[in-house]
């Protein structure tokens, strides 16, 4: 009977981590961004585009990417941005940068939208990681709801 508790002891943690391992990995690095950051930046975005469609914005914001600086600690994280009125008439989609400053606050430094995107496809190593960009292009080339 000891045994058998001394094996539950020692295989439970091994088989919870198996477990864990089926697990597809959601971009670790866009996760430690503080759930308050993201309000902040989802909040600028929300305002940007208020002022674009002159009515009220709906934003919704898929993490793609984020850059580490030389600490490993991200950042500047990348998302997929839609951004549309309630009533559906006005509709952006595009790329937006949010930099996290040293405060922990976070910055939208910038948006692409998704006609730019198509336009000008050999800027973006102006603004993506090269490794982002194959993403961000399936994004603007795929028909979204």
Not at 21 to 35: A, F, H, I, M, Y
Not at 45 to 62: G, N, T
Not at 86 to 101: F, I, M, S
Request: with cysteine; charged share 25%.
């Amino acid at each position: 009977m000891r045994l058998s508790a001394l094996a539950l002891v020692i295989f439970a943690p091994a088989a919870a981590g198996a477990a864990q391992l089926d697990t597809p990995p959601t971009l670790p690095q866009v996760r430690s961004v503080n759930e308050m950051c993201l309000l902040d930046a989802k909040r600028e975005l929300s305002d940007f585009f208020r002022k674009k469609f002159h009515a009220e914005a709906f934003v919704d914001m898929q993490p793609k990417s984020s850059a580490a600086r030389s600490d490993e600690v991200p950042s500047a994280f990348y998302f997929w941005v839609r951004a549309s009125t309630e009533d559906a008439k006005q509709y952006r989609a595009g790329t937006a940068r949010v930099v996290l400053r040293v405060d922990s606050k976070c910055d939208v430094t910038g948006f692409i939208s998704k006609a730019d995107i198509l336009a000008s496809r050999a800027r973006l190593a102006d603004f993506l990681p090269a490794d982002l960009i194959p993403k961000i292009l399936w994004f603007a080339e795929t028909p979204q709801k």
